[in-house]
């Protein structure tokens, strides 16, 4: 398969200011030399706690941020080098899912406006064309054709979710970045929306960055996973060997807290002490030093890089 994306050594660091003057006092680094690829039709969940920097590393690949340093290549082409033009070009093929399906959508505009909108900016199709695009939209993503002539607030949030996908298929992209889109969804419609999306994919052969918080929302859906911690991924493998041999302290205390079926599973929970550390004064050396259970010395003062175990399994432990 095609490597469609390639991230390396991204970084996107946010100025602190202080003071009446706004005085630079640092950066809180919410990205900090990420890297990983995406092959054409795979799904690469990315996870961690609220603040890790999985949704900044999303936005900075469409440039919604611009990165403080890293390549972005699409297709071998680097996103960071591209103008504003060349930029427009490039998101037919990148689109998002946002979180909120409440907040995503303008609620002055019928759902007809909502999906023309993005078709009319890029000058696709004609006028006949959109119109029978939009009816195709609705019904691929199980909505009626008459839905067209509603407003978003005539929806539940699952049917909206419907729409802000229905919103991002419409230039016929390639690549979906989708932010955490089923979190703010019932358990129930989170189901229905992830095999919604999962038929997608089939259907038109894309591609997903899905951000998470939870790795049971992942489980069914990645090829491979990523999780992050504190601006940084921690550990990155294949779906198999993240879920059946996870190798990081964090992500086996994740894990621990993923609900199981079967009632003969009796898995330990893995309690986090403390909180998630400010990310404005990160701590030195291993940034999970202070909530790790089997923290070392070396781990207090060296940041272990994220090195490769086995093919397809990458961990940033100085356990291995
Ligand atoms: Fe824990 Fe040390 Fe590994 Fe960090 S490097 S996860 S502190 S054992």
Redesign the pocket.
């Known amino acids: 398969m095609e490597t469609l994306l390639e991230v390396k050594g991204l970084k996107t660091y946010f100025p602190i200011k202080k003071g009446l003057f706004g005085k630079k006092a640092g950066y809180v680094k919410a990205v900090d030399d990420v890297s990983f690829s995406l092959k054409e039709g795979e799904t690469l969940g990315l996870v961690g706690e609220s603040g890790c920097g999985k949704s900044t590393t999303g936005r900075s690949i469409l440039q919604l941020i611009k990165p403080t340093a890293g390549e972005i290549l699409y297709q071998g082409h680097d996103l960071t080098k591209k103008n504003f033009r060349e930029m427009r070009e490039v998101r037919r093929d990148l689109q998002m899912i946002f979180q909120d399906p409440y907040s995503s959508l303008n609620s002055r505009m019928t759902i007809r406006n909502i999906l023309l909108e993005p078709m009319r900016i890029h000058g696709l199709y004609s006028p006949r064309e959109r119109e029978e695009r939009v009816k195709e939209l609705l019904e691929v993503v199980g909505l009626r054709r008459e839905h067209a002539d509603r407003y978003p607030h005539e929806f539940s949030g699952g049917q909206r979710q419907r729409i802000g996908i229905a919103r991002a298929l419409a230039l016929k992209p390639r690549l979906i970045i989708a932010d955490e889109p089923v979190s703010a969804l019932d358990v129930s419609v989170q189901a229905q929306v992830l095999n919604l999306m999962q038929d997608l994919q089939e259907q038109f052969g894309l591609t997903y960055l899905f951000i998470a918080h939870d790795l049971s929302v992942v489980k069914h859906f990645s090829t491979r996973v990523g999780v992050m911690y504190l601006g940084r991924i921690?550990e990155l493998a294949d779906k198999k060997s993240l879920y059946h041999s996870p190798k990081?302290?964090?992500t086996q205390s994740l894990l621990s807290a993923v609900p199981v079926l079967d009632p003969d599973d009796k898995k330990e929970r893995i309690l986090l002490s403390g909180d998630i550390p400010d990310p404005k004064n990160p701590p030195q050396?291993?940034a999970?030093?202070t909530r790790?259970a089997?923290?070392?010395e070396?781990?207090k003062s060296e940041r272990?890089p994220l090195k490769e175990l086995a093919s397809n399994h990458m961990v940033?432990?100085?356990?291995y």
């Open positions: 921690v990081h302290p964090y050396g291993c999970f030093h790790c089997a923290c070392m070396i781990c272990p940033a432990c100085h356990l």
